[in-house]
């Protein structure tokens, strides 16, 4: 049994009352009647999660990677994805996740770390003088899509480039989430965190230019996104 913290300490000085000593035997005797929660277990314990009873009110999914970054500038390193600069809709590695429930209440939940550089011919990530140059950024998105198919309401940067002026991220770092409840039938089930890169991909300068870097270089391929995670939560009942 997990220690619990009563809700009104007795004291030497006051009058016990019985109402607050009924309340702090309350959480107790949850537990005793088989309100359990991850306190009751040590780490490790429960080996599958995805054993549960057939009467369970909630199942969790999650899945995730969270790479490392190279130096203050926050460069993305080993395990970081590249997303290309085009307009279609790209899988984020280790962020999906297929399962069968029965008719149900999902809870979805996305977060990923976008990260944009300058990026050279070879496809290395590359700073312009040591500073971000806006000019080559492209335009982010992020949402999640639900058996192979992406949901507007979770797009992150907005849906119709036409109307949405501010549609995409336009950002050197952004840490972006989304996340919706929706009910799904019964039956097996994918959902899967993906972005893309909307709007122009600009070309880099001219040669000898200040504020560009060298002409030599090419467009940007993208960018990358580093840290992410999804998590998904069976609401039954």
């Known amino acids: 049994m997990s220690w619990r913290f009563p809700k009104y300490p007795v004291k030497n000085t006051q009058v016990v009352d019985l109402e607050d000593v009924n309340e702090n035997f309350y959480g107790v005797v949850e537990e005793v009647g088989g309100r359990l929660n991850e306190h009751n277990w040590k780490e490790g ?39 290309t600069a085009r307009p279609t809709w790209t899988k984020i590695d280790d962020c999906s996740l297929t399962f069968t ?20 011919g070879a496809g290395i990530p590359a700073e312009a003088s040591g500073t971000w140059d806006g000019a080559y950024f492209v335009l982010t998105q992020l949402a999640i899509q639900l058996d192979d198919y992406v949901i507007p309401e979770t797009i992150v940067g907005g849906t119709e480039l036409n109307n949405d002026r501010a549609s995409g991220i336009k950002q050197p770092m952004f840490p972006a989430g989304t996340s919706l ?7 097996q089930h994918t959902v899967t965190l993906v972005a893309r890169a909307v709007g122009p991909t600009v070309d880099k300068g001219t040669p000898g230019s200040p504020a560009t870097p060298a002409a030599t270089e090419e467009s940007p391929w993208g960018f990358y996104v580093a840290a992410r995670e999804l998590i998904c939560l069976e609401m039954r009942r």
Do not use: N
């Open 45 to 83: 314990a429960i080996s599958a999660t995805t054993q549960v009873a057939k009467d369970a009110a909630f199942v969790w999914h999650q899945d995730g990677e969270a790479p490392s970054l190279l130096s203050t500038m926050q460069t993305p390193g080993s395990g970081s994805q590249l997303v």
């Open 101 to 120: 429930c029965p008719s149900t209440l999902l809870w979805i939940h996305g977060t990923a770390q976008l990260i944009q550089v300058g990026v050279s």
């Open 181 to 187: 409840i929706i009910p799904v039938a019964s039956g």
